[in-house]
Every structure is written in structure tokens, then in C-alpha cells.
């Protein structure tokens, strides 16, 4: 909002990614500042600075442990083609019936897909937890205390990564946990 130059008090409706797909932000001032937005790419980009650090080592971005997890299918976004589609992964039986029913009363139409259009449709997340490791390792180093994770591979995805690219990770996050003053901090999970 700050960018928009719309303050807080004068706020009617906010809206993040409505209108269509993959949506833009949306804010309505009711002191006659009528409608400003950004689209989805313009706000996702500012937003993503104000991230908690809790979401940056987050190892199931992609909802491992759920019954059902849906995402957006980001790899034809660009292309014009598929606009509003979105991927849905079951992995119960349990799942497999909530959705079944959600088909036959029409809420929602179903195609199947397989891993790589997952792989293709939520490449960041992906990449995201391959660096978990690094984050905690940095985490470690600054004696700040880190979450355990069980049945999560993070050491064996992080040492298939190039040897740049895990340094990258350890100093990017040395230096925002430093910058961010978090290494003061004892932060709560």
C-alpha cells in the first residue's frame, strides 16, 4: 500500500490476487483515491521481502504431509495458455475421496497429471528446499537455535547442489540474518 501511496486509514477493500489469474493487488481507498493495483508479478516481488523467515525453511512447500495440496501451475504462465489452472496432489486414499466428491458435485474439473508437471509447475519450492540446509547451517553458525525436521532429506538434496551455490546460501543468509538483527534474537518455531 505504501507503494501505491494509499495509507492504511483511507483503505475500503484490499485485495490480493483477485480478479482473474494469476490475480493482482487491489486496493481501494474510500476517501475518493479510487482503485490502484499492481499486477500479480509487481506485487509478489515487493511482498516477497517481507517473507518470515519461518516460510523461507519451510521443507513442505509443496504439502508433503496433507491428505490433499494444491498449488498454482506456474510452468505455462507467461505463454498465455492454461490461465487459472492449478494442481492439486493427493496422496491418501482419505484425499482421494474428499476429491472424487468434490468432482462429482462439480467444484471442480480434474485431469490427471504426473511429477513432472509438478516439478514444472512449482520449480521454486523446489529449489527453495534444496537450500533449507544452508539456511539452518547459517542459522547454526550464529548460535540461533533451528527446527528439527523429521523425514525430510535437506542434507542429502543440499549436498547435490553445486558447491557456488551452497555458499551462496550460507553468506546470502549469514548476512540477511545479520542484517535482518535476528542473530540478537532467539526466534520461537
Known amino acids: 500500500m505504501k507503494s501505491l501511496n494509499v495509507s492504511p486509514e483511507k483503505v475500503a477493500s484490499l485485495r490480493y490476487r483477485g480478479e482473474g489469474w494469476p490475480g493482482k493487488f487491489n486496493v481501494v481507498s474510500n476517501y475518493g483515491g479510487g482503485e490502484k493495483s499492481f499486477s500479480y508479478m509487481e506485487s509478489w516481488g515487493r511482498l516477497s521481502h517481507y517473507r518470515s523467515l519461518r516460510c523461507q525453511l519451510c521443507p513442505d512447500g509443496l504439502g508433503r504431509i496433507a491428505d490433499i495440496s494444491c498449488g498454482d501451475a506456474w510452468e505455462r504462465f507467461g505463454q498465455g495458455q492454461d490461465m487459472g489452472r492449478s494442481?492439486?496432489?493427493?496422496?491418501?486414499?482419505?484425499?482421494?475421496?474428499?476429491?472424487?466428491?468434490?468432482?462429482?458435485?462439480?467444484?471442480?474439473?480434474?485431469?490427471?497429471?504426473?511429477?513432472?508437471?509438478?516439478?514444472?509447475?512449482?520449480?521454486?519450492?523446489?529449489?527453495?528446499?534444496?537450500?533449507?540446509?544452508?539456511?539452518?547451517?547459517?542459522?547454526?553458525?550464529?548460535?540461533?537455535?533451528?527446527?528439527?525436521?523429521?523425514?525430510?532429506?535437506?542434507?542429502?538434496?543440499?549436498?547435490?547442489?553445486?558447491?557456488?551455490?551452497?555458499?551462496?546460501?550460507?553468506?546470502?543468509?549469514?548476512?540477511?540474518?545479520?542484517l535482518r538483527g535476528l542473530w540478537r534474537r532467539r526466534p520461537v518455531f
Open 87 to 178: 494442481i492439486a496432489v493427493v496422496r491418501t486414499q482419505r484425499g482421494q475421496q474428499i476429491l472424487h466428491r468434490a468432482m462429482a458435485a462439480k467444484y471442480v474439473e480434474l485431469e490427471p497429471v504426473g511429477a513432472t508437471a509438478i516439478h514444472a509447475g512449482q520449480p521454486n519450492q523446489i529449489a527453495r528446499n534444496r537450500e533449507i540446509f544452508g539456511r539452518l547451517f547459517a542459522m547454526r553458525l550464529l548460535l540461533i537455535p533451528i527446527p528439527r525436521y523429521l523425514g525430510f532429506s535437506l542434507f542429502r538434496v543440499w549436498m547435490a547442489l553445486p558447491f557456488l551455490r551452497k555458499a551462496r546460501t550460507i553468506v546470502g543468509s549469514l548476512r540477511r540474518l545479520v
